[in-house]
Nanobody
Framework: QVQLVESGGGLVQGGGSLRLSCAASGLTFSSHTMSWFRQAPGKEREFVGGISVSGRVTLHADSVKGRFTVSRDNAKNTVYLQMNSLKPEDTAVYYC???????????????WGQGTQVTVSS
């Protein structure tokens, strides 16, 4: 059974930082492109950033470029999202996602995490 478990969300003041983690189990982690998505209340889920199977290639949405960084540790089956200079508009539920293969941006997500709430106060 595949599990993607996010952690690290919470309440932070604008300008602050958070690091989200997503621990994967039940899948061949190093064969999956890993991505982060987010969904704010009343809005559609949107792609935030992703990383290739090797970790050599990353892609970030324009809205977070220069502030957020996706990384992965294949030895730990974990993907991270470092979020700096947070803004109130970054408030959302953040989801980890896995897609078999190496496409960025992802086009056919195979597995989703349950999400973790990030709230940024002004």
């Amino acid at each position: 059974q595949v599990q993607l478990v996010e952690s690290g969300g919470g309440l932070v003041q604008g300008g602050g930082s958070l690091r989200l983690s997503c621990a994967a189990s039940g899948l061949t982690f190093s064969s999956h492109t890993m991505s982060w998505f987010r969904q704010a209340p009343g809005k559609e889920r949107e792609f935030v950033g992703g990383i290739s199977v090797s970790g050599r290639v990353t892609l970030h949405a324009d809205s977070v470029k220069g502030r957020f960084t996706v990384s992965r540790d294949n030895a730990k089956n974990t993907v991270y999202l470092q979020m700096n200079s947070l803004k109130p508009e970054d408030t959302a539920v953040y989801y980890c996602a896995a897609e078999f293969g190496g496409r960025l941006p992802p086009g056919n997500i195979n597995f989703w995490g349950q999400g973790t709430q990030v709230t940024v106060s002004s």
